[in-house]
């Protein structure tokens, strides 16, 4: 919260002058002749970056957390003066009716390809939309994920609002912060293998190579097994897990089914038996806001670094 009220200050020192600026979002550029006033944004980690820059007095509510996840109470405090228009993914209705005109959202975190809620389905009521960096290889090509995901939003949420000082301190003070951090990161010779389970028993839905656990593996000196799978967040087989024997188990927590009745399917899961992990009951939990693009994504790694290899 102390980054959050520095941003806030430098807000307030950007003053109100506003070039019309143009922002690349994944195959479109946006163009602003002004800060939007009355914007929504969709999920929990999208909504923290809106407030680590100090944005909340352009919000006029945001959508898609209860109806997924539990606020924890940073988080609550953060929204605590701003309406929920909308529990799971709004309607185009709903961000019309709360008179939005910008909506933060994106692939598969609060639309949805071909689906009601789209930038070309909002830009006829006025409403302009930036989409998710890590969310972008939904609808076309794009590098693997990196931190650089997350740097890249958040810049350019602050060319948008008007605040770009407050968006390139904030991102050079998580770059230093990691910086420091990993430069004395004492990990193994080789990266550990680690699988991320965020749900599902059938068959397991996980990260792949564009989602944003990769990079945070990648930071803490491991490597996602499921590296070379094409996908962002997506299903495998548990065979492709059992096969690569990962080393230890990233489990997302959110929703009903609790981290540790996850960590319990696996354990008790005898075609899971043999997975080096499961053997040694190596899990660690990454909260779906730490683990999903984000200003959590600092402390995720330190998190992950520190059930790698020890504090």
């Not at 923290?48 to 352009?58: N, Q, S, T, V, Y």
């Not at 489990?251 to 499961?278: C, H, S, W």
């Not at 995720?300 to 504090?311: D, R």
Request: proline residues 5%.
């Amino acid at each position: 919260m102390k980054r959050i009220a520095l941003s806030l200050v430098l807000t307030v020192m950007a003053g109100s002058a506003f070039a019309e600026t143009t922002v690349q979002s994944c195959d479109r550029e946006v163009v602003f002749s002004e800060p939007p006033k009355a914007a929504v944004s969709n999920d929990v980690n999208l909504t923290e970056m809106m407030l680590a820059l100090g944005l909340r007095d352009h919000m006029v509510g945001y959508t898609g957390i209860s109806g997924w996840k539990t606020l924890d109470e940073e988080m609550r405090e953060g929204v605590a003066e701003m309406p929920e228009l909308s529990a799971k993914y709004p309607t185009k209705e709903v961000l019309i009716g709360a008179d939005a005109d910008f909506y933060f959202a994106g692939w598969n975190y609060g639309m949805k390809v071909g689906g009601e809620v789209t930038p070309e389905t909002l830009e006829p009521f006025g409403i302009k939309v930036y989409e998710l960096t890590e969310s972008c290889i939904h609808i076309g090509e794009k590098p693997k994920v990196s931190m650089g995901d997350m740097y890249n939003d958040l810049i350019n949420l602050g060319k948008i609002f008007g605040v770009e000082d407050a968006a390139y301190d904030l991102v050079a003070g998580y770059k230093a912060e990691l910086d420091a951090f990993t430069s004395n990161l004492n990990a193994g010779e080789k990266p550990l293998r680690v699988f991320v389970y965020d749900s599902g028993e059938d068959k397991p839905f996980t990260a792949g190579r564009y989602a944003m656990p990769t990079a945070l593996i990648e930071a803490a000196g491991g490597i996602n097994v499921l590296d070379s799978f094409e996908k962002s967040w997506a299903t495998v087989d548990w065979e492709a897990v059992v096969e690569a024997d990962p080393e230890m188990v990233v489990i997302v927590n959110y929703g009903k089914v609790t981290a540790e009745q996850k960590r319990d399917f696996m354990k008790n899961n005898p075609a899971l038996a043999e997975i080096d992990a499961v053997k040694n009951d190596r899990f660690v939990t990454l909260e779906y806001v730490e683990a999903t693009p984000g200003p959590r994504n600092i402390k995720a790694v330190k998190k992950l670094a520190n059930a790698f290899w020890g504090e």
